[in-house]
């Protein structure tokens, strides 16, 4: 028997060690972003807590070394002995791996987290970890160092009959993580913001005590995912003021929608289960998606704003600028697809449509106002999307016509390998000029871009398809947009956007990147879009030349070759002032350039959408905000 134990003991320890191994395979990275996942797999523990019902409080905080907090007001992870193990639950948590679904009675199971792997992990990648439970007059205490344990579970003291609740601390590993000391406030607040959104009632707070950087912030939205959805929409115009709100049950399947209409023209839908978040979608965003469909076509027919001659309004023309939540709670969630993240229960897609059909439909009964807006915006989108499409079947049969029919500014490499090519779109026909002579032909191609393009984020489709610069772009890249996108037509690996090193140098590249995040994101998401980093300043001194690509490096070359009269600094205002052999050995020249390349980071879901609705949509008020958050170099700037 005590052979079997320590048997176990070895396994036990064996897990952890694989977690301090491989790291990444169970927090998904080892910068900080892996580092902010520790956070949240511990939280998430606790939002399990209040979604099952029994916590309401949850506060998370930053310490000033850098240590990690989080209390809760739940039952408190249990303390008695576990049969199967013999060791105290607690002890199980935190030192075998996936012990996170193997407590707990009724309510919903959920495995929040990368891959529900939660405590056991964070415990194995923290320098120590320190567990308190507060149950019934007692505080029992526990403390591990890098996932082994320390000490038995024992009481340290006695608090109020009325308290309960775990609080755990934790000081991620230096050994394990690149940086522990980068945790973003603003990382943390939009993900517990979004867990507070989900989970109607629960209070999250997030306190940062780290010296100079001093706040706290509280979460907490009675409307739930009605609030969500006035949050995502704040930066633009809505087109009617209600947020259309349906809730209820059908068998084990409980059910919460929420939408509302802005006045752009791009789809914000999100969806979870058990509060996780579905990309993918499944059957709870398909019966939600066939509810509107059927509602609004019924609501338009039965009410001649749609007449018997015309053919019914599609999904997509319904959901033009609706930002919409769907959130449901289900027992046994099954997950499918390539990635495990696509809801697949059949009894959700039925509850989903049955609730959201019988319920809108009633709201629109009694709010027409609302009802025809929405029908007449649909309408429009109609509209223009036909419009669109025979813009972009002119472009096809044209293309048919005369081969590939690529746009007549590009000059195209000779090299027809994508996996070899890369294309610049240059800010400019005069740095165009200059990045066709410097450019090594047989593998990069180059498209010179006239001024502005379009900014998409205010434009409908058949205006995005009459603009001649964006339409060039499409055809040079070769993969279509929207669902016509497919990533194996690609003519290049890597679509550099190469502007100025100035404000507007910046907007144009931020205009190209809305249009590319729009119309095919999957560029962006697989890696393919760079920008290119040209320098700012030139340094010439005795026939030698040297680069400085920030402001920094042109006072550490200073150093390097001393301060006199010799040096010739020339601050570049544009590509246009380097002539063609600086643009290549500085921008260009795959040896020697500086690439970036353009990531989404989509840990909360709103975020990267959010982002471009608030700096490309058409309110001022929160651009400002966010630029005042966000913006390095203008602390306390009144702008
Ligand atoms: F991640 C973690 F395990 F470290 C952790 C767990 C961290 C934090 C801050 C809180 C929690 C946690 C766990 N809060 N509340 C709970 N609840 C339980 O573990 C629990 C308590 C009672 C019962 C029961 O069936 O009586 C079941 C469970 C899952």
């Known amino acids: ?87 105290p639950g607690v002890e199980v948590v935190f030192t075998i791996l996936h012990a996170g679904g193997k407590f707990g009675g009724g309510g919903y199971k959920v495995s929040g987290g990368l891959h529900g792997v939660g405590a056991s992990v964070v415990n194995a990648l923290s320098t120590w970890l320190t567990v308190n439970v507060y149950n019934e007059g007692k505080i029992y205490e526990e403390k591990f160092a890098r996932g082994q344990k320390l000490s038995d579970l024992t009481v340290v003291g006695e608090c109020d009959h009325e308290k309960h609740g775990t609080r755990v601390s934790f000081l991620p590993d230096p050994e394990i993580f690149k940086e522990t000391q980068v945790y973003d406030f603003s990382v943390l607040r939009q993900r517990l913001r979004e867990m507070a959104f989900l ?97 609004f076509n019924e609501y338009a027919r039965k009410n001649k704003i749609l007449k018997d001659s015309e053919d019914n309004l599609s999904g997509e023309d319904i959901r033009e600028g609706l930002t919409s939540i769907v959130s449901i709670k289900i027992e046994d969630p099954q997950f499918e697809g390539q990635t495990k993240q696509k809801l697949g229960n059949t009894e959700a897609r039925n509850a989903v449509e049955s609730l959201f059909t019988e319920q809108l439909t009633y709201y629109l009964e009694q709010n027409p106002n609302v009802a025809k807006i929405i029908c007449e915006k649909s309408i429009q989108s109609q509209r223009a999307r036909e419009a669109a499409r025979k813009a972009r079947d002119l472009t096809r049969r044209k293309s048919a016509l005369d081969g590939l029919s690529l746009p007549g500014k590009l000059a195209d490499c000779s090299d027809k390998n994508p996996k070899n090519c890369e294309i610049f779109i240059v800010e400019g026909d005069s740095a165009g000029g200059s990045a066709k002579t410097a450019r090594s032909r047989a593998t990069q191609a180059i498209l010179p871009l006239r001024g502005k393009i379009l900014n998409v984020e205010k434009a409908r489709l058949d205006r995005v398809y009459g603009n001649e610069e964006i339409k060039a772009m499409i055809t040079a890249f070769g993969t279509g947009i929207h669902d016509d996108f497919d990533i194996s037509k690609l003519r290049y690996d890597k679509i550099i956007i190469m502007t100025d090193a100035d404000v507007d140098g910046a907007h144009i590249a931020t205009l190209m990147l809305t249009f590319i995040y729009r119309f095919m994101p999957e560029l962006i998401k697989q890696g393919h879009v760079y920008l290119a980093q040209p320098p700012l300043y030139k340094l010439e001194k005795n026939k030698k030349v ?27 205002k544009g590509l246009g002032e380097m002539d063609a052999e600086q643009l290549w050995e500085t921008t260009m020249d795959p040896a020697r350039r500086v690439l970036l390349r353009v990531a989404m980071d989509e840990e909360s879901v709103s975020d990267v959408n959010l982002t471009f609705m608030t700096l490309m949509g058409d309110k001022v008020e929160p651009r400002r905000e966010f630029i005042l958050e966000n913006a390095k170099y203008v602390k306390n700037l009144d702008i």
């Open 1 to 87: 028997m005590s052979q079997e134990y320590g048997a176990d003991q070895i396994q036990i320890l064996e897990g952890l060690e694989a977690v301090r191994k491989r790291p990444g395979m169970y927090i998904g990275s080892t910068s900080s972003r892996g580092l902010h996942h520790l956070v949240y797999e511990i939280v998430d523990n606790s939002v399990d807590e209040a979604l099952a019902g029994f916590c309401t409080n949850i506060h998370v905080w930053i310490k000033p070394d850098n240590s990690i907090v989080v209390e809760d007001d739940g039952r408190g992870i249990p303390v008695g002995i576990n049969h199967k193990s013999g060791l």
């Open 546 to 572: 040297w680069y400085a690509y920030s402001d920094d490096e042109l006072s550490k070359i200073i150093d390097e070759v001393g301060r006199d009269q010799n040096n010739k600094i020339q601050r570049y």
């Open 199 to 295: 989970t109607k009632n629960l209070r999250i707070e997030l306190h940062d005590e780290r010296p100079g950087q001093e706040r706290d912030e509280k979460y907490h939205y009675e409307g739930g995912i009605k609030e969500f959805v006035k949050y995502l929409n704040k930066s633009t115009t809505s087109l009617y003021d209600d947020i259309i709100y349906c809730e209820g049950s059908r068998g084990n399947v409980y059910v919460e929608v929420a939408m509302q209409h802005n006045d752009s023209y791009n789809e914000s839908s999100y969806s979870f289960v058990n509060n996780i978040n579905t990309p993918e979608g499944g059957t709870h965003l398909t019966g939600f998606r066939n509810a509107i469909t059927k509602t």
